[in-house]
């Protein structure tokens, strides 16, 4: 299975009744871009140019606190990069270098909650890790060691609530789809835990969150064309994945975050195809998405994003 490149997104959570930032940093368009983009979580519209992070690259994990996002290792011009950047939501301007991660990943899981930002890596330079690292989003540094996954796989995707992180989904070292959802107890530290299935197995899923439900949208499994559906989980709990609805088009590396209400997923990228399209959901309803608006340019594989008040409350 290709590592697809792919722009990396933020996460967002909304005090309810304020504006909302969504942040999609990176991509790939013939290249690695550097490009960061934003929207207001509660409108629809057009994305707006934010800035540039320090290095072009893509499939890169995120978190974020209140006030700050960070973009976490991801895919550069030639080699997964162990690069740390992080922006102030609230303005605008160009990414700052916070630290490095142990080693270089790409196309793994992050999720936060407002104090500390968790990542699990993915893939090395050679092959896919079991590795999960944390950082304080306050400071700047380098990442420390959190614990483990419970199966070693790559193109995973993270999301969780204030308490919970869970990593979905991905491929094993035999490149064998999984659809494993594993969980952590983000202010602790220790390997992670089963949570249940994947209605079906997959890797390169987008996912959304609020504090109460895991959103999970397309994603693909070995041999086969993307998929359009959506299942959801209950993050308090555990327990395999229920059918949610569909996205409005089959794709890969969907970028998600969310206000807690409504949760959004940029770029849905169709293996080489790049796309610009942004959809939502309200996440405590099941349906189908609907359109938003689009990114500033259309590149491939958005994989995770950035929101401000991310675990807020």
Same mark, same amino acid.
């Given at each position: /299975?290709?590592?697809?490149?792919?722009?990396?997104?933020?996460? $967002?959570?909304?005090?309810?009744?304020?504006?909302?930032?969504?942040? $999609?940093?990176?991509?790939?368009?013939?290249?690695?871009?550097?490009?960061?983009?934003?929207?207001?979580?509660?409108?629809? &519209?057009?994305?707006?140019?934010?800035?540039?992070?320090?290095?072009?690259?893509?499939? /890169?994990? =995120?978190?974020?606190?209140? =006030?700050?996002?960070?973009?976490?290792?991801?895919?550069?011009?030639?080699?997964?990069?162990?690069?740390?950047?992080?922006?102030?939501?609230?303005?605008?301007?160009?990414?700052?270098?916070?630290?490095?991660?142990?080693?270089?990943?790409?196309?793994?899981?992050?999720?936060?909650? &407002?104090?500390?930002?968790?990542?699990?890596?993915?893939?090395?330079?050679?092959?896919?890790?079991?590795?999960?690292?944390?950082?304080?989003?306050?400071?700047?540094?380098?990442?420390?060691?959190?614990?483990?996954?419970?199966?070693?796989?790559?193109?995973?995707?993270?999301?969780?609530?204030?308490?919970?992180?869970?990593?979905?989904?991905?491929?094993?070292?035999?490149?064998?789809?999984?659809?494993?959802?594993?969980?952590?107890?983000?202010? &602790?530290?220790?390997?992670?835990?089963?949570?249940?299935?994947?209605? &079906?197995?997959?890797?390169?899923?987008?996912?959304?969150?609020?504090?109460?439900?895991?959103?999970?949208?397309?994603?693909?499994?070995?041999?086969?064309?993307?998929?359009?559906? /959506?299942?959801?989980?209950?993050?308090?709990?555990?327990?395999?994945?229920?059918?949610?609805?569909?996205?409005?088009?089959?794709?890969?590396?969907?970028?998600g975050t969310s206000n807690k209400i409504r949760g959004v997923?940029?770029?849905? @990228?169709?293996?080489?195809?790049?796309? @610009?399209?942004?959809?939502?959901?309200?996440?405590?309803?099941?349906?189908?998405?609907?359109?938003?608006?689009?990114?500033?340019t259309a590149r491939e594989n958005v994989h995770q994003a950035?929101?401000?008040?991310?675990?807020?409350?």
């Open positions: /299975m290709p590592i697809l490149g792919t722009v990396a997104s933020g996460y $967002f959570e909304d005090i309810v009744g304020t504006s909302t930032r969504a942040v $999609f940093g990176g991509g790939y368009l013939s290249g690695r871009v550097s490009t960061i983009d934003y929207v207001d979580i509660a409108t629809t &519209s057009n994305a707006t140019n934010f800035g540039n992070l320090t290095v072009a690259r893509d499939t /890169m994990g =995120t978190g974020s606190s209140s =006030t700050r996002g960070l973009f976490l290792g991801g895919g550069a011009a030639s080699a997964p990069s162990s690069v740390i950047d992080y922006i102030t939501i609230a303005s605008t301007g160009n990414a700052t270098s916070f630290g490095n991660l142990s080693r270089n990943g790409q196309n793994g899981a992050g999720f936060s909650d &407002s104090t500390r930002s968790v990542y699990h890596l993915g893939q090395d330079d050679n092959s896919a890790v079991n590795i999960i690292e944390y950082v304080t989003i306050a400071t700047t540094g380098n990442s420390t060691d959190f614990g483990d996954l419970t199966v070693t796989r790559n193109n995973t995707v993270g999301c969780g609530s204030t308490t919970r992180g869970l990593i979905i989904g991905g491929f094993n070292t035999s490149e064998i789809t999984q659809n494993i959802i594993d969980y952590v107890t983000i202010a &602790s530290t220790g390997n992670a835990t089963d949570f249940g299935d994947l209605v &079906s197995a997959k890797g390169y899923v987008g996912a959304t969150s609020s504090n109460t439900r895991g959103v999970f949208a397309g994603g693909v499994a070995a041999g086969s064309s993307p998929t359009d559906d /959506m299942e959801y989980v209950t993050i308090a709990t555990t327990g395999n994945a229920i059918f949610f609805g569909d996205c409005t088009v089959a794709g890969v590396s969907k970028a997923f940029g770029s849905n @990228n169709n293996y080489g195809i790049e796309r @610009n399209k942004i959809e939502y959901i309200t996440i405590a309803s099941t349906g189908n998405g609907t359109d938003f608006g689009d990114l500033t950035i929101s401000s008040n991310h675990g807020g409350l």
